[in-house]
């Protein structure tokens, strides 16, 4: 039904840039709420940040608030992830998802329902 790619991750030193990119495949209604989250070996997956496809409203968590920033474009059915001021302790795996509601501030991977494969983020220092 609904595909979802990331890419842009890669090796990086702290205190530089990188940008994510998540596109969708498939026809997904714009109700959605689309969202980063991240996962480091040996930890939970935690939440980064959603966007509301429809409106462009953001929500980020207070650890990447300020560095981070979501965007869209609508007719190349992308959301991008801009993360700026790299630290050791963004290394991770970066995943986007969609949930099926309309809620901006679902922070449980349980909450949605479509998920990428994954893009590696290294930070080193």
């Known amino acids: 039904q609904v595909q979802l790619v990331e890419s842009g991750g890669g090796l990086v030193k702290a205190g530089d840039s990188l940008r994510l990119s998540c596109e969708a495949f498939?026809?997904?209604?714009?109700?959605?709420?689309r969202a980063w989250f991240r996962q480091a070996p040996g930890k939970e997956r935690e939440f980064v940040a959603a966007?509301?496809?429809?409106?462009?409203?953001?929500y980020y968590d207070d650890s990447v608030k300020g560095r981070f920033t979501l965007s869209r474009d609508i007719a190349k059915s992308t959301m991008y992830l801009q993360m700026n001021r790299l630290e050791p302790e963004d290394t991770a795996v970066y995943y986007c998802?969609?949930?099926?509601?309309?809620?901006?501030?679902?922070?449980?991977?349980?909450?949605?329902?479509?998920w990428g494969q994954g893009t590696q983020v290294t930070v080193s220092s």
């Open positions: 498939g026809r997904i209604a714009s109700t959605y709420t």
């Open positions: 998802a969609v949930d099926n509601g309309a809620s901006l501030y679902a922070t449980s991977s349980y909450e949605y329902q479509h």
């Open positions: 966007i509301r496809w429809l409106g462009g409203s953001t």
